[in-house]
């Protein structure tokens, strides 16, 4: 019973629209995170990309070795458990 009911909550996001909603999400905190992350030597050009990684972590992707953590391509989605039985 527990296994089709958590089934018909039905696919979580991929990638690419979780990796928008960490843009989005990141918009709100820093709205001018956009202009400094481009300047050269930046603190916010460090951060971001470890935003958009512990974001996607938390949304349970993980992200392959040897691979940007601005590219979606490079992460994987976890399954949840219920999708291992």
């Known amino acids: 019973m527990t296994a089709i009911c958590l089934?018909?909550?039905?696919?979580p996001p991929g990638a690419h629209a979780t990796m928008t909603a960490c843009y989005a999400q990141l918009d709100?905190?820093?709205?001018g995170w956009r202009s400094e992350a481009h300047q050269r030597?930046?603190?916010?050009?460090?951060?971001?990309?470890?935003?958009?990684?512990?974001?996607?972590?938390?949304?349970?992707?993980?992200?392959?070795?040897?691979?940007?953590?601005?590219?979606e391509r490079c992460y994987t989605q976890e399954p949840r458990f219920w999708e291992r039985l």
């Open 7 to 11: 089934s018909a909550c039905g696919r």
């Open 41 to 71: 030597h930046s603190k916010m050009g460090t951060l971001v990309p470890r935003y958009i990684l512990e974001c996607m972590q938390a949304e349970r992707f993980k992200l392959r070795p040897l691979c940007s953590q601005m590219d």
């Open 28 to 31: 709100k905190q820093a709205p």
